[in-house]
T-cell receptor, first 111, second 118 residues
């Protein structure tokens, strides 16, 4: 079993839709949770960073962490074609630990 | 801020040759840099963690004699793929760790280097 599971998609939505991306993890020691966006043939870009459980909002993006169910979510409101990319969740146990990535979900937002 | 560059962005080499990839943190000092490889439609797989001035720590299954890592300064790490073979063709991505408050760090990724071995 992988430590972080993520549906690879692809996920296709119309412009303006609310997008929900999710990951589950198995290691209860994970404390830090990140979402990265990766455009084709580019390096990942940090979108959201959350420590422990709770919600964090940044513009059209909201990250949620539920440690009781080991569930991580990213919501994108008013999705735009420019949001089309692969979204990777990542976690780590401590502040100095290495990142463990999900496989990434490919998102396509149709104009 | 927090910009990481990689050079070259794309390289094609013949089987048996060696290729060096550079990773630079442009506006911050990074005591730790990470090297990943990514196959098409797959996630990032950590190859090694490199700390400035010390030997790199390689992940299980990664040949340290094949993937030579040098972290000579706080802003530069290099990955050399020695005696490259077609199966080494992949997208290589580095990241650099920038210290943030609370003793933690954030990783910022370079744009990646696409290696094709013919």
């Amino acid at each position: 079993q992988k430590e972080v599971e993520q549906d690879p998609g692809p996920l296709s939505v119309p412009e303006g839709a609310i997008v929900s991306l999710n990951c589950t993890y198995s290691n209860s020691a994970f404390q830090y949770f990140m979402w990265y966006r990766q455009y084709s043939r580019k390096g990942p870009e940090l979108l959201m960073y959350t420590y422990s459980s709770g919600n964090k909002e940044d513009g059209r993006f909201t990250a949620q962490v539920d440690k009781s169910s080991k569930y991580i979510s990213l919501f994108i409101r008013d999705s735009q074609p420019s949001d089309s990319a692969t979204y990777l969740c990542a976690t780590r146990r401590s502040s100095g630990d290495k990142l463990t990535f999900g496989t990434g979900t490919r998102l396509a937002v149709r104009p | 801020g927090a910009v990481v560059s990689q050079h070259p962005s794309r390289v094609i080499c013949k089987s048996g040759t060696s290729v060096k990839i550079e990773c630079r943190s442009l506006d911050f000092q990074a005591t730790t840099m990470f090297w990943y490889r990514q196959f098409p439609k797959q996630s990032l797989m950590l190859m090694a963690t490199s700390n400035e001035g010390s030997k790199a720590t390689y992940e299980q299954g990664v040949e340290k004699d094949k993937f030579l890592i040098n972290h000579a300064s706080l802003t530069l790490s290099t990955l050399t793929v020695t005696s490259a073979h077609p199966e080494d063709s992949s997208f290589y991505i580095c990241s650099a760790a920038q210290a943030v408050s609370g003793g933690s760090y954030e990783q910022y990724f370079g744009p990646g280097t696409r290696l094709t071995v013919t």
